[in-house]
């Protein structure tokens, strides 16, 4: 066995293998059309939390309004969910239905 090793007196000495550091799973936060939120607010949103530019945030808020689901960006879970929480305590704020989930990206081999 190669991680045992047996000294003079006798004493056998077991090296642990090494934990393999794994990169954490990363998140999709997905935002959500409706038709009460305004566009305005998307963008806002898309800017402030997810710091996004100007032209990524319309970009992306008129993929979501066409397509009726969109990516906002990809974090490790506790940055989505803190994200998501954010998002939707300033959307309540203004009485806006705005919806956004979170799902984990495939785990490459
Ligand atoms: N559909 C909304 C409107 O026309 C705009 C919108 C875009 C709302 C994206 C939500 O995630 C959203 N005012």
Redesign the pocket.
Known sequence: MADQFENDAGTITRVKPEKKLKRPRLYRVL?????????EF?VLVLHHVFHLDEQSAIRI?LH??NNGV?VAGVFTREVAETKIKKVERMAREQEFP?RLTMEPEEEDA
């Open positions: 935002l959500h059309n409706d038709d009460y939120t305004t566009r998307v808020m979501v309004h969109g705005l």
